[in-house]
């Protein structure tokens, strides 16, 4: 049987959920944080590095990641932010598309996928 391993998010999702050496992170917003793109987009980034973290892992250990924009006209300012983050010797695959976001005052929310060597 499949060792999963799961941190303790709220009431309706784990924070983090580890299974065959693949750590899944939730969905992770900049809630009751800045207003702007650039400032949503570097809290969430710093919030998945704490993720990654907990999980023992870094960014480089990073596979997938998963970007929605309540406007895609903010993907420059947000790319600005992610390019200076993300490690560029070991890119992961990436995903950005526009969508309706669950609160009005969020404009981005990022999903994640790393490597582990745990199961």
């Not at 009751?32 to 980034?45: F, R, V």
């Amino acid at each position: 049987m499949t060792s999963i391993s799961r941190t303790p998010g709220n009431a309706r999702m784990s924070s983090i959920v580890i299974s065959k050496g693949v750590i899944y992170t939730k969905g992770i917003t900049a809630r009751g944080g800045p207003s702007d793109i650039a400032g949503q987009t570097q809290a969430c980034l710093d919030q998945l590095d704490g993720l990654l973290a907990e999980a023992g892992v870094s960014k480089k250990d990073l596979l997938k990641v998963m970007i929605w924009l309540k406007d895609i006209g903010d993907i420059e300012a947000m790319n600005a932010v992610y390019d200076g983050w993300v490690d560029q010797a070991h890119l992961p695959v990436r995903a950005c598309v526009e969508a309706a976001l669950a609160d009005p005052t969020l404009l981005i929310e990022i999903q994640a996928e790393a490597a582990s060597d745990k199961s």
